[in-house]
């Protein structure tokens, strides 16, 4: 469960500056591997990301500009460590379509979003496949593509909905030792009816056919 001191707000406004830095897809997979992993070095960071630790100890060095990340305590004096300073960065959505900046922020954020879904799906089917993962997990791993009619005010309670319970059971399962770190990557995104004659939007809007999680499946 994150509670609110472990969370970064961001205004478009008050933080222009900071969601300017932050609007770079390796700074924000640098702090995501941070957030995920804990602590680690630029070196470390550039073996995960392929990156050359002089990249990534240069974005590091920005994104501590803008308090993402911190220096974290040192294994030895030769290299300096990294700490993200909050669990998890969160913003207004009506307020984060103020500004051409934190627009970017918010698509490109949502792309490695995307990207970090994929690289998950690729490592749980590698774990199931090498008995990292035991059978007790099948019936409840899965990912859901339902495309329900909502108003604005029904998403909105859906998703504060969706983040009470998160956190309900988040603090259940704390002390549980059968617990797992979850990937769990949820989306809202309300779509225009296509143009008459637009058979490309279209397309794009239909439910995919034979992808829906079987009865054993999480929605």
């Keep these: ?96 379509a103020a500004t051409p900046d934190s627009r970017a922020y918010v698509g490109l954020s949502r792309r490695v979003q995307i990207e970090h879904l994929e690289a998950s799906l690729v490592r749980h089917e590698a774990d199931v496949a090498e008995g990292r993962l035991g059978q007790e997990w099948a ?8 495309l329900p009619r909502l108003t604005p005010e029904s998403l909105t309670e859906l998703w504060d909905a969706l983040h009470r319970k998160l956190d309900e059971l988040t603090t259940r399962d704390a002390a549980d030792p059968r617990a797992a770190q979850v990937v769990l990557l949820t989306a809202g995104l309300p779509l225009a009816p296509p143009a008459e004659g637009d058979a490309d939007a279209a397309a794009a809007g239909a439910e995919p056919e034979g992808v829906r999680p079987d009865a054993g499946s999480a929605s």
Excluded at 22 to 29: E, F, G, K, M, Q
Aim: proline share 3%; glycine share 8%; hydrophobic share 40%.
């Design 139 to 146: 019936g409840a791993a899965g990912i859901s593509d339902r």
């Design 1 to 96: 469960m994150v509670n609110d001191e472990q969370r970064r707000v961001l205004d478009p406004e008050r933080d222009a500056a900071a969601l300017k830095a932050l609007t770079h897809p390796l700074r924000i997979r640098l702090l995501g591997l941070l957030r995920q992993h804990g602590p680690a070095t630029a070196s470390e960071l550039a073996v995960r990301t392929g990156e050359s630790s002089a990249s990534t100890s240069y974005h590091l060095r920005v994104l501590a500009k803008y308090a993402f990340v911190a220096e974290a305590e040192h294994r030895d004096g030769r290299e300096r460590r990294w700490r993200a300073v909050h669990a998890a960065t969160s913003w207004s959505g009506g307020d984060m």
